[in-house]
């Protein structure tokens, strides 16, 4: 026998709770919010989502736009409720763009959304911006101007050694190149120009230089560009578990690449790899020294070889 409680059963609970779990279901997409229009599109009235705002079930972020059930919202949350706002097309772009493309360290406290229609009102964290066409890509599920663009934005708005930055490790990610940096046209394009004119010899270049010099010693010759796990080793001796990477300043003159690199080097450690950074500087004014040092450590009475 049923109890007392199933004879009060509100029939319309049963639409209210798949009401519910739809709205989770899309909240939980979007880093924990959802938009008014969305709500509507779900098939609540105006009033019903006035009531779930004025009991708490639904938390203001920016008008229309909720948080569902509480206010700790992931940054991901925070990110899709300005793109919600934004209603029309839009991509994240400038610094948070850059912080997505890991071209600086964090996100920034501040939001910043291009659009191609109509440009909301900024928000106390939130600006936006206006393009007639918009350059994006995907990063983790969310519209990002590209990373050729990012670049073009912050020139325009940004401190020009901030820039240098966010170019160099976009160089070290591959994600642009100098060529395309250089055609850029319009507001940030001299600063583009300028950055990448004056850029370091590439990495390649500064490679076949090394690699011409070890040719040239008694070193034997290495493999180049060898896969490790999730790393590509410059230089690679198997039979003595060496590497050598050359480091140009242009792309490691950083903190970013500095940090980078540290952990690149702590992992090939633990797998009893030796790792020797040969720079720009000593390729090009110690090259001499920078050979009889590595010729040394190959015929030094120590030497590892693999068992």
Not at 116 to 136: A, C, I, M, N, V
Not at 249 to 254: D, F, L, N, S, V
């Given at each position: 026998?049923?109890s007392h409680?199933d004879?009060d059963?509100?029939?319309?609970?049963?639409?209210?709770?798949?009401?519910d779990e739809?709205?989770?279901r899309i909240?939980?997409?979007q880093?924990?919010t959802?938009?008014r229009?969305?709500?509507?599109?779900?098939g609540?009235?105006?009033k019903?989502?006035?009531?779930?705002?004025?009991?708490g079930?639904l938390r203001v972020?920016?008008?229309?736009v909720y948080?569902?059930g509480?206010d700790?919202?992931?940054?991901?949350?925070?990110?899709?409720a300005?793109l919600?706002?934004?209603?029309?097309?839009?991509a994240l772009?400038?610094?948070?763009?850059?912080a997505l493309?890991r071209?600086?360290?964090?996100m920034p406290p501040?939001i910043?959304?291009t659009?191609?229609?109509?440009?909301?009102?900024?928000q106390?964290?939130?600006?936006?911006h206006?393009?007639?066409h918009?350059e994006l890509?995907?990063?983790?599920?969310?519209?990002v101007?590209s990373?050729?663009r990012?670049?073009?934005?912050?020139?325009a708005?940004r401190?020009?050694?901030?820039?240098?930055?966010?170019?160099?490790?976009?160089?070290v990610?591959?994600l642009?190149?100098?060529?395309a940096l250089v055609?850029?046209?319009?507001p940030?394009a001299?600063?583009?120009?300028?950055?990448?004119?004056?850029a370091s010899?590439s990495r390649?270049?500064?490679?076949?230089?090394?690699?011409?010099?070890?040719r040239?010693s008694t070193?034997?010759e290495?493999?180049k560009?060898h896969?490790?796990g999730?790393?590509?080793?410059d230089f690679y001796?198997?039979d003595?578990?060496?590497?050598?990477e050359t480091?140009g300043?242009g792309?490691h003159?950083h903190?970013?690449?500095?940090e980078?690199d540290?952990i690149r080097?702590?992992?090939l450690a633990v797998?009893?790899?030796?790792?020797?950074?040969v720079t720009?500087?000593?390729?090009d004014?110690?090259l001499?020294?920078?050979?009889d040092?590595?010729e040394?450590?190959?015929?030094?009475?120590?030497l590892?070889?693999a068992p």
């Amino acid at each position: 026998m049923g109890s007392h409680d199933d004879c009060d059963v509100d029939p319309n609970s049963w639409g209210q709770r798949r009401t519910d779990e739809h709205i989770a279901r899309i909240a939980s997409r979007q880093g924990g919010t959802i938009s008014r229009r969305q709500l509507l599109r779900l098939g609540l009235t105006p009033k019903e989502i006035d009531h779930r705002v004025k009991v708490g079930r639904l938390r203001v972020i920016y008008r229309g736009v909720y948080a569902v059930g509480h206010d700790a919202i992931p940054v991901r949350g925070r990110l899709c409720a300005a793109l919600l706002l934004a209603r029309a097309v839009a991509a994240l772009s400038h610094r948070s763009a850059a912080a997505l493309h890991r071209l600086i360290p964090s996100m920034p406290p501040f939001i910043d959304v291009t659009v191609t229609g109509s440009r909301p009102r900024d928000q106390k964290d939130l600006r936006f911006h206006h393009t007639d066409h918009l350059e994006l890509t995907h990063k983790h599920g969310l519209p990002v101007t590209s990373p050729l663009r990012t670049l073009h934005d912050l020139a325009a708005t940004r401190p020009r050694q901030e820039v240098v930055r966010a170019i160099n490790e976009a160089l070290v990610l591959n994600l642009v190149t100098t060529d395309a940096l250089v055609a850029r046209t319009g507001p940030g394009a001299k600063v583009l120009r300028d950055i990448a004119g004056n850029a370091s010899p590439s990495r390649s270049a500064l490679e076949r230089r090394f690699l011409a010099a070890l040719r040239a010693s008694t070193v034997p010759e290495p493999v180049k560009e060898h896969p490790i796990g999730r790393y590509v080793a410059d230089f690679y001796w198997p039979d003595q578990r060496l590497i050598v990477e050359t480091d140009g300043w242009g792309t490691h003159g950083h903190r970013l690449a500095f940090e980078r690199d540290r952990i690149r080097d702590a992992e090939l450690a633990v797998r009893d790899l030796v790792v020797i950074r040969v720079t720009e500087r000593q390729v090009d004014q110690d090259l001499p020294a920078t050979i009889d040092r590595l010729e040394r450590w190959f015929s030094g009475p120590g030497l590892r070889r693999a068992p």
